[in-house]
């Protein structure tokens, strides 16, 4: 689970991707039963800047994210695959949008600026081979 910290030294933001272990304590009072819970163990796996965990993310999302895709979609997916807190989830979302040039008109969906790039983040581009008599050419749009 990922939460996010303020560095001491610089100032800036910094996700730590931190593992729990826990007891689990069953109480039986006839036929109802809570649980408590005993922290064992917190261990900090690994640190990472905002910049970093959100290239990170984006690598791995690149198939995901679509023009028109929710929010709450995409809140789903952080939290679920990326183990990133709700808490944490709106500044890593703004910095998607800044990093893919999306805007939030609705603050419901997410819809790229350029409509050229529909469907994928991922810039497509068109590439050609020109021949003529004195050499090969490659050409992309």
């Given amino acids: 689970m990922f939460i ?33 819970y005993v922290i064992e163990n917190i261990k900090v796996q690994d640190s990472l800047t905002e910049e970093e965990l959100v290239r990170n993310i984006l690598h791995s999302l690149q198939k995901i994210i679509y023009d028109g895709i929710e929010v709450e979609i995409l809140i789903g997916v952080l939290e679920e695959n990326y183990g990133v807190t709700e808490a944490c989830c709106k500044d890593l979302i703004e910095k998607i949008q800044l990093e893919l040039q999306m805007y939030c008109p609705d603050r419901k969906r997410l819809y ?25 050419y490659f050409i992309s749009f």
Avoid: W
């Fill in 4 to 36: 996010k910290t303020h560095c001491p030294v610089c100032g800036n933001k910094v996700y730590h991707d931190i593992r729990l272990s826990a007891l689990e304590h069953l109480l039986f009072e006839g036929e109802k039963q809570a649980c408590r």
């Fill in 112 to 136: 790229f600026a350029d409509p050229e790039e529909l469907g994928s983040y991922t810039k497509k581009t068109t590439s050609n081979l020109v021949f003529d008599s004195f050499s090969v």
